[in-house]
């Protein structure tokens, strides 16, 4: 699979990232080919994590300590990236 192939693919799913790389992982292609593909998306990974955050939970911000675990867990089990969930949380 070429790089520009790889790379458009991924432009739909990167709310499952840790899932995609360990796919193309198993399908043989090379980490550094996958992390290639990956910074040349050209995608905001914080306004995809905030998009999720108000999908689920509106835009309001946490009221407390366990709205916030609640709002991290929830993000980090569709796979967001963590830096861009203490941003979009804090």
């Given amino acids: 699979m070429e790089l520009q192939t790889l790379t458009t693919s991924l432009r739909g799913f990167m709310g499952r990232l840790p899932r995609i790389k360990q796919e193309l992982r198993q399908k043989g292609l090379d980490s ?5 593909a990956l910074e ?19 835009d309001r911000l946490a009221a ?4 916030k ?7 980090q089990y569709c796979g967001h ?10």
């Fill in 81 to 90: 990236p963590m830096s861009a969930i203490l941003e979009c949380i804090f």
């Fill in 64 to 67: 407390d300590h366990a709205e």
């Fill in 40 to 58: 040349d998306t050209d995608v905001d990974w914080f306004e995809i994590c905030l998009k999720a955050k108000e999908k689920k939970f509106g």
């Fill in 69 to 75: 675990v609640k709002m991290v867990r929830y993000l």
């Fill in 32 to 36: 550094l080919v996958i992390e290639q």
